[in-house]
């Protein structure tokens, strides 16, 4: 399965973007990631192929993780952005199964 992830770009504080990310087969439970300059890559969120999802502490309460099955396609809506929230982000399974794509870069100015 490759995995391509879109939709970044450079926003302002306290605007929103979505992510994509589409998969080249059908995915089963699935993940974003992100990595910030210097720093590891770490969970933001996650969901189920029923729609269960998780969000990491930081996203809670701006972020939300959906999915379309018959797309094979994972999104991630975050509003209300921080400059904190500048990263790469990254979709893969919650146990990094794929091979990473590109990524995607937010940045997030004050």
């Known amino acids: 399965v490759q995995l391509q992830a879109s939709g970044g770009g450079l926003v302002q504080a306290g605007e929103s973007l979505r992510l994509s990310c589409a998969a080249s087969?059908?995915?089963?439970?699935m993940a974003w990631f992100r990595q910030a300059p210097g720093k590891q890559r770490d969970v933001v969120a996650t969901?189920?192929?029923?729609?269960?999802?998780t969000h990491a502490d930081a996203v809670k309460g701006r972020f939300t993780i959906s999915r379309d099955n018959a797309k094979n396609t994972v999104y991630l809506q975050m509003n209300s952005l921080k400059p904190e929230d500048t990263a790469v982000y990254y979709c893969?399974?919650?146990?990094?199964?794929?091979?990473w794509g590109q990524g995607t870069l937010v940045t997030v100015s004050s």
């Open positions: 893969n399974s919650p146990f990094r199964s794929y091979s």
């Open positions: 087969g059908s995915v089963f439970s």
């Open positions: 969901i189920t192929r029923s729609g269960s999802a």
